[in-house]
């Protein structure tokens, strides 16, 4: 459900019995293409969605924050003081926006004690980046209410940080830069390795596709699950290659790296070379104005990312091949992989029927339900009242 921001400023002020400096809103992401590249200083290609976190902000006197959800119970206030906070010290979703707030400290900006209310439509642990949409929102806020006027660069910075040292996931800057550097109709081309974004017209529209979004509805954690162990895989190829990372390698580094590295490693690393080359094709397709063209690009990353980086799932292979079969004109996983979702290119005529066909493929397997429907690039971070 949507609030408006009228209604979240009430809700906002039936909590904590004062009304709010103003309300700031960030978006989640769908990353187009470029998986597990951004750790790696690579290329990454994601979009904002229209989905997004919102969060009612109130300095207070004080340098207490105080932090609520609309998603938590009533009761589930978390309390923390700023100037005794550690690393590691929050647990659970509190973890995200303390975690930013800790994390300007720690980047030499000094952050008031604030009251916070979050809001959110981004489904969360669907691979669609709840997680970057709650940080930057809270950033925005924590930004403009302190007046210290940092960038938006190292804004994406800030929340990494939060996410790397207060929640424990080591993810990189890809999401937190779609949901900061984003635009409504574009894509966000991303340099890992100096931080320059360029924005891509995605015109879908024009072309008369339409991407679907087909959430498997098995949540992962990147705290958790095998991300970290993929990271130190790439960390290890990067230092059996002598290269400072995987980014330095080229496509033709691969017959080297095939004598130098064990199957496995040899395998992660072959998928984020090779990802970061269908980045910059996918990049091509856009800019000549060939939206179609990506499908291809889509198919190939799916399919290094589940025999290469092993980070796929029978639940998102099934979603990409029914998908691919009832007509799509390319289909992957999205994001960190081990659970979340799938995205489908597809003409919009044939969206019913791959929609229909992916429904029926998971009814037949026993699968929970997935939750198929349409994104549109949207806005990045904005203050929003
Ligand atoms: C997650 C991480 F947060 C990103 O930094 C990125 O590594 C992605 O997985 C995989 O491409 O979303």
Not at 184 to 195: E, I, K, P, T
Request: glycine share 10%.
């Amino acid at each position: 459900m949507r609030r408006t921001p009228l209604e979240l400023s009430h809700l906002f002020t039936e909590r904590t019995g004062r009304e709010p400096d103003g309300l700031w809103s960030a978006p989640g992401r769908v990353n187009l293409i470029g998986e597990h590249t951004d750790y790696n200083g690579g290329f990454v290609l994601p979009f904002a969605i229209e989905q997004s976190t919102t969060v009612a902000a109130a300095v207070r006197k004080d340098r207490l924050v105080r932090v609520a959800s609309t998603l938590a119970p009533d009761d589930a206030l978390v309390t923390v003081d700023l100037d005794s906070l550690e690393e590691g010290a929050v647990q659970g979703w509190a973890a995200y926006p303390i975690g930013v707030l800790w994390a300007m400290g720690q980047r030499g900006y000094r952050c008031p004690g604030l009251d916070l209310l979050v809001d959110s439509t981004v489904p969360i642990g669907a691979g669609l980046s709840s997680s970057a949409a709650l940080e930057c929102a809270v950033a925005l806020a924590a930004n403009d209410l302190s007046g210290a006027g940092i960038p938006r660069r190292e804004l994406v910075i800030i929340g990494q940080l939060a996410e790397n040292l207060m929640v424990g996931a080591p993810t990189g800057i890809m999401d937190q830069a779609a949901s900061l550097l984003g635009d409504a109709g574009h894509a966000v081309f991303l340099d890992c390795r100096s931080g320059d974004a360029r924005l891509v017209p995605l015109e879908l529209d024009a072309a008369g596709l339409v991407l679907l979004v087909i959430d498997t509805r098995v949540t992962h954690e990147h705290a958790t699950s095998g991300y970290a162990a993929r990271r130190r895989s790439c960390e290890l190829g990067a230092e059996l290659m002598s290269v400072p990372s995987l980014r330095e390698l080229a496509v033709g580094d691969l017959a080297e790296a095939a004598g130098l590295l064990d199957e496995e490693i040899f395998r992660r690393v072959r998928h984020v070379v090779t990802e970061n080359a269908r980045v910059q094709d996918a990049v091509d397709v856009l800019d000549r104005g060939r939206p179609a063209d990506l499908g291809p690009l889509l198919v190939a990353s799916h399919a290094s990312m589940r025999d290469d980086f092993g980070i796929s799932t029978a639940e998102l292979d099934l979603a990409v091949d029914t998908a691919l079969e009832a007509g799509a004109l390319g289909a992957r996983l999205t994001g960190g992989g081990f659970g979340g979702a799938a995205i489908a290119l597809a003409r919009v005529d044939d969206a019913p029927t791959i929609r229909a066909a992916v429904e029926q493929a998971f009814a037949t397997a026993a699968l929970a339900a997935p939750v198929v429907f349409g994104v549109l690039p949207g806005a990045g971070a904005a203050r929003v009242a």
